[in-house]
């Protein structure tokens, strides 16, 4: 696991994902402008992530990464524990024919969790993506929101 206090301390050699940065993947709590909120990152969630974007060949949005227990229950209704309290789930802001090409593509790789949220306006939609072990992931594979 990739885990800082402050994203900004996270030396540049220890993020090896291309486009992907770790202020995207970072709690968007405050002090999050100024690099001062924590990060998990899962450096096997992050290559399926990578994956991803190389496969698809379009940018992917990061909107939410980690979460500390305390925020995610704040914003969440998976509590203390959801999966963003792991390092192992990621949103991505997306909708229209590009989200639906991202599924499409996430269904044939790793990931054990996939909710779709693609109501109301376009810059509010997403795709919610996990990498949690099959052991833990005791909810659908697939939802929507």
Known sequence: MIQQDEWRDLPPDDWPWP?????ELAERSEGWEEGRS???ASPYC???LQALRDTLGFPLFVTS???SPRYNAAVSSTGLNGPHTT???VD????GEDAFSLLK???SMEFTGIGVQQKGPHGRRFIHLDCLPRSRALRPWVWSY
Request: cysteine-free; aromatic content about 12%; overall charge positive.
């Open 65 to 67: 990464g980690y979460r």
């Open 105 to 107: 593509a996430a269904l």
């Open 19 to 23: 486009n992907f940065s770790p202020r």
């Open 38 to 40: 924590p990060l998990l």
């Open 92 to 95: 991505i802001s997306i909708s």
């Open 87 to 89: 390092g192992f789930a």
């Open 46 to 48: 992050m290559n399926r």
